[in-house]
Nanobody, 128 residues
Protein backbone atom coordinates (compact mmCIF):
# COMPACT_ATOMS: atom_id res chain seq x y z
CA UNK A 1 0.00 0.00 0.00
CA UNK A 2 1.30 3.43 -0.93
CA UNK A 3 0.68 6.80 0.63
CA UNK A 4 -0.62 9.44 -1.76
CA UNK A 5 -0.53 13.22 -1.59
CA UNK A 6 -2.28 15.41 -4.14
CA UNK A 7 -1.42 19.01 -4.87
CA UNK A 8 -1.92 21.66 -7.52
CA UNK A 9 -5.59 22.46 -7.12
CA UNK A 10 -6.62 26.11 -7.06
CA UNK A 11 -9.11 28.65 -8.33
CA UNK A 12 -9.13 28.94 -12.11
CA UNK A 13 -11.37 30.71 -14.62
CA UNK A 14 -13.59 28.78 -17.02
CA UNK A 15 -11.60 27.73 -20.05
CA UNK A 16 -8.38 27.66 -18.08
CA UNK A 17 -6.04 24.79 -17.30
CA UNK A 18 -4.60 23.05 -14.26
CA UNK A 19 -2.29 20.11 -13.74
CA UNK A 20 -2.74 18.57 -10.30
CA UNK A 21 -0.22 15.95 -9.31
CA UNK A 22 -0.13 13.04 -6.91
CA UNK A 23 3.09 11.82 -5.31
CA UNK A 24 3.33 8.28 -3.96
CA UNK A 25 5.59 6.99 -1.21
CA UNK A 26 5.98 4.03 1.10
CA UNK A 27 5.28 1.30 -1.43
CA UNK A 28 5.81 0.00 -4.93
CA UNK A 29 4.34 2.70 -7.10
CA UNK A 30 5.05 0.78 -10.30
CA UNK A 31 2.78 -2.05 -9.14
CA UNK A 32 -0.18 0.26 -8.69
CA UNK A 33 -2.87 0.97 -11.16
CA UNK A 34 -3.79 4.59 -10.57
CA UNK A 35 -7.04 6.46 -10.76
CA UNK A 36 -8.39 9.97 -10.42
CA UNK A 37 -11.77 10.55 -8.81
CA UNK A 38 -13.62 13.67 -7.78
CA UNK A 39 -16.34 14.61 -5.33
CA UNK A 40 -18.76 17.52 -5.13
CA UNK A 41 -20.27 18.24 -1.70
CA UNK A 42 -23.54 16.39 -1.32
CA UNK A 43 -22.78 13.98 -4.14
CA UNK A 44 -21.03 10.65 -4.42
CA UNK A 45 -17.46 10.44 -5.58
CA UNK A 46 -17.19 9.80 -9.31
CA UNK A 47 -14.60 8.35 -11.63
CA UNK A 48 -12.53 10.78 -13.69
CA UNK A 49 -9.56 8.94 -15.20
CA UNK A 50 -7.32 5.92 -14.71
CA UNK A 51 -3.89 4.63 -15.71
CA UNK A 52 -2.47 1.14 -15.88
CA UNK A 53 0.88 0.33 -14.27
CA UNK A 54 2.88 1.22 -17.34
CA UNK A 55 0.58 3.97 -18.48
CA UNK A 56 -0.31 1.99 -21.57
CA UNK A 57 -3.99 1.99 -20.73
CA UNK A 58 -5.79 5.26 -20.07
CA UNK A 59 -9.48 5.61 -19.37
CA UNK A 60 -11.67 8.67 -18.95
CA UNK A 61 -15.15 9.56 -17.90
CA UNK A 62 -17.30 10.78 -20.78
CA UNK A 63 -17.60 14.16 -19.11
CA UNK A 64 -13.85 14.83 -19.38
CA UNK A 65 -12.84 13.06 -22.59
CA UNK A 66 -10.95 15.35 -24.90
CA UNK A 67 -10.24 17.81 -22.10
CA UNK A 68 -8.33 15.85 -19.44
CA UNK A 69 -5.19 13.77 -19.85
CA UNK A 70 -3.83 11.48 -17.15
CA UNK A 71 -0.19 10.47 -17.14
CA UNK A 72 2.39 8.95 -14.83
CA UNK A 73 6.10 9.21 -14.25
CA UNK A 74 7.25 6.00 -12.61
CA UNK A 75 10.70 7.42 -12.00
CA UNK A 76 9.25 10.28 -9.98
CA UNK A 77 6.49 8.15 -8.41
CA UNK A 78 4.01 10.72 -9.59
CA UNK A 79 0.75 10.80 -11.51
CA UNK A 80 -0.68 13.87 -13.16
CA UNK A 81 -4.03 15.08 -14.38
CA UNK A 82 -3.76 17.69 -17.09
CA UNK A 83 -7.08 19.54 -17.17
CA UNK A 84 -7.85 21.85 -20.06
CA UNK A 85 -10.95 23.80 -21.07
CA UNK A 86 -12.17 23.70 -17.50
CA UNK A 87 -15.84 24.22 -16.79
CA UNK A 88 -17.63 25.27 -13.60
CA UNK A 89 -19.03 21.75 -13.38
CA UNK A 90 -15.47 20.48 -12.94
CA UNK A 91 -15.36 22.15 -9.53
CA UNK A 92 -14.69 19.42 -7.00
CA UNK A 93 -12.16 17.89 -4.69
CA UNK A 94 -9.92 15.68 -6.81
CA UNK A 95 -8.51 12.48 -5.35
CA UNK A 96 -5.88 10.12 -6.64
CA UNK A 97 -6.08 6.45 -5.78
CA UNK A 98 -3.89 3.39 -6.16
CA UNK A 99 -4.56 -0.32 -6.40
CA UNK A 100 -2.15 -3.25 -6.31
CA UNK A 101 -4.85 -5.60 -7.53
CA UNK A 102 -4.70 -7.20 -10.94
CA UNK A 103 -7.20 -5.50 -13.21
CA UNK A 104 -8.32 -8.17 -15.64
CA UNK A 105 -10.76 -5.96 -17.47
CA UNK A 106 -11.18 -2.27 -18.11
CA UNK A 107 -14.29 -2.26 -15.92
CA UNK A 108 -12.08 -2.72 -12.86
CA UNK A 109 -10.47 0.67 -13.33
CA UNK A 110 -13.79 2.40 -12.79
CA UNK A 111 -14.59 0.77 -9.45
CA UNK A 112 -13.37 2.75 -6.48
CA UNK A 113 -13.93 -0.31 -4.28
CA UNK A 114 -10.86 -1.88 -5.90
CA UNK A 115 -8.55 0.95 -4.87
CA UNK A 116 -6.87 0.59 -1.49
CA UNK A 117 -4.81 3.78 -1.31
CA UNK A 118 -6.32 7.26 -1.36
CA UNK A 119 -4.99 10.76 -1.10
CA UNK A 120 -6.68 13.48 0.91
CA UNK A 121 -7.69 15.41 -2.17
CA UNK A 122 -6.97 18.78 -3.71
CA UNK A 123 -9.61 21.44 -4.29
CA UNK A 124 -10.22 22.63 -7.83
CA UNK A 125 -12.58 25.57 -8.23
CA UNK A 126 -13.60 26.77 -11.69
CA UNK A 127 -15.29 30.14 -11.48
CA UNK A 128 -15.24 33.65 -12.86
Amino acid sequence: QVQLVESGGRLVQPGGSLRPSCVASGGSFRQNNMGWFRRVPGKEREFVAALSRSGGITLYADSVKGRFTASRDNTANTVYLQMNSLKPEDTAVYYCAGSQAIFGSTAHYYSEDLYDSWGQGTQVTVSS
